[in-house]
């Protein structure tokens, strides 16, 4: 987690990995053995190594020991699942709740195929519609944000907005964490392919997911689409079968023109998995040359015989 | 501020500057104008350049262009001032508030010595005892908040706890805006010399505070303190007469010593002003030759003439 700067669904409220660690035991590639970052709540002293090396994939120095910041438990959690009529009403619910300031700790979004896939899995019976799950976490006055939040989703048309706590809370947002299950179980003559992680400003978030649909209608695929709507990150699998040489090449071109989208609308190929091998190629067309060119100089400058996780993050020049 | 990864009194709420910045347009030694970072809420896309020219003193790079989130100003604030029997107390009681989670958007320390300094500066009226201004915003439940805050002063022995808003509020807070030129007014025979910025865990504060009163006693010197307590960040002068040498040697030694023993609690010596030239020499006892060596191996690698604001952060080998 540390290595991908990684996130996920409680990241709107509580922000990413790198949020909160502290120090790291790094070694680096010469062998030697430094401490990055404080104990201190914040810093101002020296180039900012922590944020360097958390997200660097292990190409910068090998993490040995953390330091991570705690939270409390939060006295009030309740959350639920809300139904809109259209995807659009959907994503423009999401968007307006999140810069309208709802405090939401989860706020999830599923297209009807996603809820259809879901279906598929288990008896969740869920209206096979657009839907949006969240969650609120509050030390008190959970009502009035809930409140709110149902506020700003009734300019929606919302059309189900239930909310509860503890068990009947969790029965509502099963679906939602079983959804990679149901994918991988949907059609046993499909993979999912590289899973979707643009993400985009949350203002265009509504026009994101549209061309997610756009492109899978134009290349004739199955991409159901969700995610960690509340950061403008979504995920979309390109069900495809493996076997059919044209539909993998569909698949692939799917990918990369919403890659080129979303960095088209100002965001990032990659909201939380990292670059890796597979989304080296990326790299380039999000930070331009000369970002990319600073980046090589860093690793050169700190990985002079490149033996730190080669092949990965920064492309070949 | 994006120079120097700046904060100050919101911090406690709302982050460092680091927190609010998306994108920068950067220009780089070699002429080339980049831009780092992206509009998207988060990103795990190659190395974190954003939070590298964040806070690195025009060395890397020089920004010409910032992209910044904002926030909605809250439905509530309300925020007043807390007084104290002994400054263990106040120090112990701003440490048990901020783990124990209360939220707090401001929360900041005065000793007697800065009460007094604040009560010849002005008609502040001020009890000169060791006292907590706290400020709190909330879109709902401040009450609830404000009672939680209070609950944990009264195990400090808290002796006064005045809450208000609007004008009132600010009345209460005046002496803290103004403690600046407090200081600079006090004894037009004295200078307050470099101000001390050190930042340590917020566990350790009371530890850190005692040891500016013992440094300040054992060179007799007067050291007034106050700081943006929340963060474990704190505020020294060591008023001095600059015509007396041996004064100015005893605060310069005061000033080291109060840096070495927050590195010793884990902390830094800078939590907002950053390293400039003047606290150079801090920077390799605080992360060690090997993290010092990798920031000159990265100033090396992105400036490789030394034309970006030489002289400062990184010292000489």
Redesign the interface.
Known sequence: MIA????GMR?VKYG?V??WVL?LEVV?ADG?????G????????????L??I???EGT?GIVTRATLEL??RPEQIRGGRAVFPTLDDATAAVSDAVT??V?VAKIELFDAETAMLANEYSDADLPERPMVFVEFHA???ID??ID?CRGVFEVHDVEAFEMAEGDRMDELWRARKDITYAAEAYDPECEMGQPG?V????GSYPEMIRAVKDVADEHDLFVPCFGHAG???LHYFVLRDSDDPDEVARAKAAYGELVERALEL??????????GAG?RA??EP???G??????R??????DPNGTLNPGT??PDE
């Open positions: 991908t700067d990684a996130s990241t990413e790198a949020d120090e680096l030697s053995v430094t401490t990055v404080s104990k201190a709540a914040k810093s101002s002293s020296g180039y900012n190594l944020e360097l958390v997200g660097s910068l939270a409390g309208a300031g405090d030390n008190h006055g009035e944000e709110f992680d993400t985009v400003p949350i950061d403008g990150n100002g965001g990032t190929a990659t909201g939380e998995h990292g670059i989304k990326y790299l999000e930070h331009g000369a970002a990319v060119g600073a980046m100089a860093i690793k050169d400058a700190l993050v920064v």
